[in-house]
């Protein structure tokens, strides 16, 4: 079985296209979990994002070419450790470990400056959903989903050959 999945990371191709199915399944979750349960993003959840749809577009846009598919993968690789680092930043903040980097994470101190604002941030030091089995925030599963997507991309590099 764990010949079998070398194989499979030896064969560029096929992990570009799990890597484009993986973004925008995580994609389709944050969206859904925005738009049809009423979970509003915060700017640490906005900025976990990007990574997804630049890996997916990176993916799509490279498979036709062989020769481009390592760089694609070693380029995945490289948003997905961002992103996983990114999300265990979050994670700290939910867990207040630490501050937020961004300003915009935090609630202001008075209600004129809420009042200033057009809509109303909401703050990354605030779990919104966490699994009622483990109680893991969807900040947790990013980290773990990314460091994942990471090592895999960066075993494929390592292990595929220069052939599709």
């Not at 990007?50 to 993968?73: I, N």
């Not at 997905?80 to 700290?92: D, I, K, Q």
């Not at 867990?95 to 004129?112: A, F, I, K």
Request: net charge neutral; glycine share 6%.
């Amino acid at each position: 079985m764990i010949s079998a999945a070398l194989n499979l990371l030896t064969r560029p191709a096929l992990v570009l296209w799990g890597v484009a199915a993986v973004s925008a399944l995580a994609l389709a979750g944050a969206y859904t979990a925005q738009y049809a349960f009423g979970l509003p993003p915060c700017p640490l959840c906005e900025w976990q994002r990007v990574p997804f749809w630049l890996a997916g577009a990176e993916a799509l846009l490279c498979l036709p070419w062989a020769a481009a598919r390592r760089t694609a993968l070693g380029v995945c690789a490289a948003l997905f450790a961002a992103n996983a680092a990114l999300a265990g930043h979050h994670v700290g903040v939910e867990q207040h470990w630490w501050t937020s980097v961004l300003d915009s994470c935090t609630v202001p101190e008075n209600l004129s400056a809420v009042l200033s604002s057009a809509a109303a941030a909401v703050p990354c030091d605030v779990i919104p959903w966490a699994d009622p089995v483990l109680g893991l925030s969807m900040a947790v599963y990013n980290t773990l989903l990314c460091a994942g997507l990471a090592v895999l991309c960066a075993a494929s590099v390592r292990l595929s050959r220069s052939s599709p």
